[in-house]
């Protein structure tokens, strides 16, 4: 009954943590919106391979571990950030560029990265997002029994990824439905600025936090 109860606090806490705007949730409506659902789908399983291992760094004490270590975290937030800003910069560079040449990027002319590449951009956004390390450092401190046995950490493992994989997957489905592509057509341009300003903003965050 008590791991349970744990179970059930950690699910709770969770869905309000993976539901929070940020730069996993942008990925994966940028994602859909400029692609198509199976992509979208990739950066869904990506972001919730990385909260499998984020997990499981929580439920092995290793994140609060590093938090001793302020410059092991500092260099995480740094290359976290700059990576941020990459996509940030990539993003409206590449809309200034089409706006140049008068295409859109929602245009069938524009070449789908390979599912690979969706994937594992996704999985590094938030492996290296230490605000993903904070969330899992203050979920485990308020929700860990003093005796964790190894299919208590796996059914943790399993719950908060597969709580991200569910939140993620609705994302990519109703972003990549066509009402929502018909909408981002018609602003395409000031939406891809938008977006690149925000990674951007993330970026800065994460590094100055």
């Known amino acids: 009954m008590e791991y349970l109860l744990v179970l059930l606090h950690v699910a709770l806490i969770w869905m309000l943590a993976v539901a929070t705007p940020g730069a996993n949730v942008l990925l994966t409506i940028n994602t859909a919106l400029h692609y198509n659902r199976k992509l979208a789908k990739y950066s869904a399983f990506g972001v919730s391979t990385s909260i499998l291992l984020w997990s499981l760094f929580g439920c092995t004490g290793l994140v609060i571990l590093l938090s001793h270590f302020p410059a092991l975290f500092n260099v995480m937030k740094i290359v976290g950030g700059s990576y941020l ?3 940030g910069m990539r993003q409206i560079l590449s809309t200034r560029k089409a706006k140049q040449l008068d295409k859109g ?5 524009v070449m789908l990265p390979s599912s690979r590449k969706v994937f594992m ?17 203050s979920l485990f401190s308020v929700s860990m029994p003093e005796n964790i046995t190894i299919p208590m950490v796996i059914a943790i493992m399993l719950t908060m990824s597969g709580i991200t994989l569910c939140w993620h997957m609705f994302l990519a489905t109703a972003f990549s439905h066509r009402a929502a592509k018909s909408v981002y057509a018609r602003i395409s341009s000031i939406m891809d600025y938008v977006t690149g300003g925000l990674f951007t903003l993330f970026g800065i965050k994460v590094m100055a936090s």
């Open 85 to 87: 800003l990459y996509l």
């Open 121 to 137: 951009s996704a999985f590094i956004t938030s492996i290296l997002n230490t605000k993903t390390g904070f969330f899992v450092v």
């Open 105 to 109: 990027l929602h245009t069938s002319e």
